[in-house]
Nanobody, 123 residues
């Protein structure tokens, strides 16, 4: 399976972006997650969605601003980001996990990663 993240770009503070993650090839996964990594920072969990059922999980830092959703038929996952701040500037990644709910925020539980898309929020 291959993942491709897209939709990043330059946006002003308070703006919105919608990221997309497209999966190609057959896959059977438990979760699709979104992470980001800013300059000099560790990879940070943002949100995840259970592929079958649709339960969602969010990091406290983005809860209420970011929304994860999916289209099973098209094997697409989205991350709607509203109220963007300069601190949201990072490369954003999508990833696949066959792990369990309690580990949904752990990067080590994700076995396939997209190439990342850059989001820059200007002040």
């Amino acid at each position: 399976v291959q993942l491709q993240a897209s939709g990043g770009g330059l946006v002003q503070t308070g703006g919105s972006l919608r990221l997309s993650c497209a999966a190609s090839g057959g896959f059977s996964v438990s979760f699709v997650g979104w992470f980001r990594q800013g300059p000099g920072k560790e990879r940070e969990f943002l949100a995840a969605i259970r592929w079958n059922g649709g339960a969602t999980y969010y990091a406290d830092s983005v809860k209420g601003r970011f929304t994860i959703s999916k289209d099973n038929a098209k094997k697409l996952t989205y991350l709607q980001m509203n109220g963007l701040k300069p601190s949201d500037t990072a490369v954003y990644f999508c990833a696949l996990s066959n792990g369990i709910t309690s580990s949904v925020s752990a990067p080590r539980m994700y076995h396939a990663w997209g190439q990342g898309t850059l989001v820059t929020v200007s002040s």
